[in-house]
């Protein structure tokens, strides 16, 4: 194997498959990145079993060919690499790598142990990539992190006609967006429970490459249990997490609201984040909304306590609801909208969160749910 | 060494300055079960777990008599001392009569500060113009105790914490020991270092090879010695108790810090199914505690002895502070099955297991802990239904409500949790009824 190729290119693939390999791999061979060059193409790999991801970068090939190198090593050095071309050789057991008068000779693992790739699932459809980055990144930050409950480290994507839909939920809060999208097959119906933090970061990197991102699905048959994501050169395949049993979390949205406050998200944000300072890891921020505005407190009668007053729009009895903070932050960011609309049963029953513009229309699409923390004064 | 006839710190000692008081009951749990059970006086009574692995909790005189100890395996007590009448614990008796006990400690003072259930620090130097000097009112504590509970203690009277414990421990038994303000070192200097608040086995060890065996023989000694051996900080803490320097005030706010139960197996357990109905029973019983002392924690956290006794703990902090069995229960065994992947298949097996405990720790009063609300749970949850299970216990026992997958049996030592009504104490306790 022998190439050329530029500098930035070689860096970016390298960075991006290196970044999902495991950190203590089960086996040796999985801390690699497989670099594999045919017909002027190198194609940049990597896999743990769980994820696979992989590059195309155009280069120009010398002799066709694989080798296996230290995913993380390499990242490091093209990283700190000169902007020039670089010339890398597989030699023997090693891999040369020269850029400028920067030499480099790293040993490479035996490419025949490497597992073969998952192939990619067939086609279901086709997204716009900023969109998508968008919305995953509205949904993803619902999902939990507790290992022990799996079902909730995921985010479910619901296949139905042109119609798709992504929600998280980590059982405090649930984050829901339905878009429009471009299924294969108008009668396409489909669910997969995936990964948060795998669709999260595949969504990031492929959102600023613009263009379509092709999300492959099976329904049985090949790669059934996997999804895949496919947009510019790269392309990445992810096992599924066990969603047979997620429950129905629809229905946890209020049917209806008995009252309704708009405000400014970034002045709400700001003043959340400042009296939040006072409030513990588990203790509330306090929201009190009544028809002069809105209220936000927080902290103890032994601790250290704040108090701020803003201006928002309220129909309805007066209320005092106390939320997680951040739960509260996570989801007024991810509106992407100038105002917020909140909406109440009582103090006790999930919040709904939704964007509006301007004018404070609600803008349909994305609902973020929160479960209130109770409080006794 | 001193003992409570030496006139130098005997009943009618100087208690100039010696406002700390030191209340130990004497074998406490083995004297309310003889109380209970007068036919018992006079015999050798012990009572801890009578499983094969039970652990001796209190032994009355006579037993001890025998070489009878607590924290001796219950095995080793019935080879010492084969007529002892064995009994299994009932902690409701036992709390019972603490809490009455602490009272006529309140009586006197509110400067009281339980160590455990059957002792206690007082600071009567406020109750001196109503009540009279420490001495005084050391007899006073320890004939109300005998009228009221008929039950005895020993006490000491000291300037500090450190030396009225030391005094009770050589006033027992039904004894009173007053260490002059003045008589400190005399008192202290010819004791073994092992009497020093701190010094274990270990550290005692080290102690002797470097040539010290005495109180005195480590106030003498260089600190610099001592920190060689001991590190900085024990060092310092020895060096100032050795010399009668204690600095801690009696604190009457000893907040419980964590509130936990363990389970000993009669025999090591593998199955998961059994694993799991122990955690649930300990769940539901570090729950009820909580609820009862009106106590929430953030940090559940598990115990696991295996047969090799190799032991291992694993917490995780929760979200919101709990003290529902049901939730205390899910952290546990998520815990477990993490650390003992065997339990997660059915049918499968653990590694051989001798000992599990859950905890309960970075607690906090429940009743104004706001409480973080979950999406789809019912608004009366295993919160409520626990509280209802409490009231009903309340009233006709724990019994009578409980998982029912915990119907049928406790655990796997019915043998020591479970003291069966209509059961003759003075039958042979080795035969399990």
Known sequence: MKFRVERDALADAVAWTAKSLPSRPSVPVLAGVMLRVADGSLHVSGFDYEVSSQVTVEVQGDADGAALVSGRLLAEITKALPAKPVDIAAVGAHLELVCGSARFTLPTMPVEDYPSLPEMPASAGR???????????????????????????GVRIELNGSTLAMLATDRYRLAMREMEWHPDNPDVSLNALVPARTLADTAKTMGPLGGVVTMALAQGGTGEGMIGFAGGTR???????DGANYPPV??????????????????????????????????PVLLSFSADGLVVEAGGTEEARASEAMEATFTGEPLTVGFNPQYLIDGLQNLNAPHAV???????????ITPADADGEIIPGYRYLIMPIRVTR | MPRGGDPRFGADADDTDCPILHVDMDAFFASVEVRRRPELRGRPVVVGGVGPRGVVSSASYEARAYGVRSAMPTMRARALCPGAVFLPPDFAQYSAASRAVMQIFRDVTPLVEPLSLDEAFLDVAGARRLLGRPARIARMIRQRIFEEQRLTCSVGVGPSKFVAKLGSSRAKPDGLLVVPADRVLEFLHPLPVGALWGVGERAAEKLHRLGLSTVGDVAAAPIGML?????????????ELSRGRDPRRVNPEQAEKSIGAEVTFDDDVVDPVALRRAMLSLAQKVGARLRAAGHAGRT???????????????SRTVDGATDVAREIFETSWALFTALQPGARAPGGATEPIRLVGVRVEGLAPAGTLPRQLALGAPEHGWREAEAAADAAAARFGRSVVRPASLLGGDDLRRTENRPRPGVDPLSDPRTPS
Not at chain 2, 227 to 232: F, H, K, M, Q, T
């Open chain 1, 127 to 153: 997204i716009d990539a900023a969109a998508f980055a968008t919305a995953v990144q509205q949904v993803a930050i619902a999902a939990g992190r507790d290992e022990t409950l799996p079902m909730m480290t």
């Open chain 1, 235 to 241: 392309r990445t395949t992810s096992r599924l997490l």
């Open chain 1, 250 to 283: 629809r229905s946890l949205f209020p049917a209806t609201h008995n009252s309704q406050a708009q405000v400014s998200v970034s002045a709400l944000v700001e003043v959340v984040r400042r009296v939040a300072l006072v409030a513990e890891r588990t203790t």
């Open chain 1, 342 to 352: 909140l909406s109440f049963v009582d103090a006790f029953k999930p919040a709904v």
């Open chain 2, 227 to 239: 920190r060689g051996a001991l590190g900085e900080a024990a060092a310092a803490h020895l060096h």
């Open chain 2, 300 to 314: 559940v956290s598990i115990k696991v002895r295996l047969a090799d006794f190799r032991t291992v703990n694993r």
